[in-house]
């Protein structure tokens, strides 16, 4: 499905995010007005195994995300681990990430690019996990007009990510991963 105009999804997560997210790929419908872009913390030595398991859970194409790579509608997109990913004129941009960064910011460096490149497509999803990644692009988003959401903490296995997004003053909204689902639907309606 190629649609035109369509929203573009950053989901970022860490410890125990990837059940929510699971739970949340489970309730969205087979054909949405939307792509997906997921970023998960990982050792940069730990090979990922997060695309086949999410494709079980999903009918919405699961794809390892690609250097160049056109975003296309209905798709997902995951991040290999220690790569970066950013968005460009709607093409996927992979860097290595530097191997003496101390703390993981790569949800912060999706959400960041999406919202100068995106502004009022970009929708930004924070789930559980442990620090204060994509709370910085949480900002980025909702001040270029795009739709910011976040878990609830207290459904959130490590709530320190979720929490920092909330923190912000900038999250739209705050909910379990099933609401979250739900919302997005009523956003990224066909």
Known sequence: MKLDWF?????????????????????????????FLIVQHLEPSHKSQAAKQLQKNTKIKVNVAQPGQAIECNNLYMLSEGQVMTVINEKIILTNRSQSQKVNTAVDTLFSSMALSLGTRAISVVLSGLGRDGSFGTTNIYDNGGITIAQMPFTAEYSSMPSAALLTGKTIFALSPKEIAETLIEIIKV
């Not at 950053?10 to 309730?27: D, M, Q, R, V």
């Open 7 to 35: 929203y573009i999804v950053g989901i970022g997560l860490s410890a125990g995010g990837i059940k929510a997210l699971n739970e949340i790929l489970h309730y969205l419908p087979n054909q949405t007005n939307a792509a």
